[in-house]
Antibody, heavy 117, light 110 residues
C-alpha cells in the first residue's frame, strides 16, 4: 500500500525553526517528485515546495523562498522540510504529497505547525 | 503567484449536475494542460479527482469530469450525491516551475 506519514509538527515561537519529515512506503521513492502543501486554519490549500527524485532540483512558493529548504534521503525513503525564521502566517497543517504526471496523487494525513509566542 | 479564482460556493440537488470554474492567467491555466482538481472532506487530506485537465485517476468516480477553455478550467459533477458535499480545489502548474491552487469551492448538496 502506498503511504506517506508526516511528523515533526508542533508549537514554535516566531523566528524559530522546525524540521518536518515525511516517511514514504509502498512505491519507488527515488523515482518520484515529492512536495509539500499547507493549509492554514479555515483556509484553502497553498503549494509550498517540491523536489525532484534525485534531489538536485528544488522549487518554492514566493511566500517561503529563502526561509524553507526541502530535501530528501532516498536511502531512508524520507522527505524533509526545514523551516526557518517562522512567522505566524506559517501556522498550518503541512501535507506531504507524491507528484505524478504534474498532479499530487498521494497525500499524507498532515502534521500541524503552530507559530505563536 | 496569486491564487486561481473559484466561486466560494456551489449547490445542487441530488441527481443534478453542477460545474465549478477555475480562472487563472496565461502564466498558468492558459499555458499548461496540467490542471488538476482535488476533493477535501472536513478534517481529511485532499484527494485527486482530475489531472491533466480531464483525466481521472484510478479510484475517482466517473461522475467527475474536467475541461478547459483559455484561462478557465472547469470541473463538472454529474448525478450529484450526498457524498460529493466537500470542498474542491483546482491546481495548475505554472511558469517558473511552481504550482498554484485555487481559492476553493464549497459544494453543498441540498
Amino acid at each position: 500500500e502506498v503511504q506517506l506519514e508526516e511528523s515533526g509538527g508542533g508549537l514554535e515561537q516566531p523566528g524559530g525553526s522546525l524540521r518536518l519529515s515525511c516517511a514514504a512506503s509502498g512505491f519507488s521513492f527515488v523515482s518520484n517528485v515529492m512536495g509539500w502543501v499547507r493549509q492554514a486554519p479555515g483556509k484553502g490549500l497553498e503549494w509550498v515546495s517540491r523536489i525532484t527524485g534525485s534531489g538536485v532540483d528544488t522549487f518554492f512558493a514566493d511566500s517561503v523562498k529563502g526561509r524553507f529548504t526541502i530535501s530528501r534521503d532516498n536511502s531512508k525513503n524520507t522527505l524533509y522540510l526545514e523551516m526557518n525564521n517562522l512567522r505566524a502566517e506559517d501556522t498550518a497543517i503541512y501535507y506531504c504529497a507524491k507528484t505524478t504526471d504534474f498532479y499530487m496523487d498521494v497525500w499524507g494525513k498532515g502534521t500541524t505547525v503552530t507559530v505563536s509566542s | 503567484q496569486s491564487a486561481l479564482s473559484q466561486p466560494a460556493s456551489v449547490s445542487g440537488s441530488p441527481g443534478q449536475s453542477i460545474t465549478i470554474s477555475c480562472t487563472g492567467t496565461s502564466s498558468d491555466v492558459g499555458n499548461y494542460n496540467f490542471v488538476s482538481w482535488y476533493q477535501q472532506h472536513p478534517g481529511k487530506a485532499p484527494k485527486a479527482m482530475i489531472y491533466e485537465v480531464s483525466k481521472r485517476p484510478s479510484g475517482a468516480s466517473n461522475r467527475f469530469s474536467g475541461s478547459k477553455s483559455g484561462n478557465t478550467a472547469s470541473l463538472t459533477i454529474s448525478g450529484l450525491q450526498a457524498e460529493d458535499e466537500a470542498d474542491y480545489y483546482c491546481c495548475s502548474f505554472g511558469r517558473s516551475n511552481i504550482y498554484v491552487f485555487g481559492s476553493g469551492t464549497k459544494v453543498t448538496v441540498l
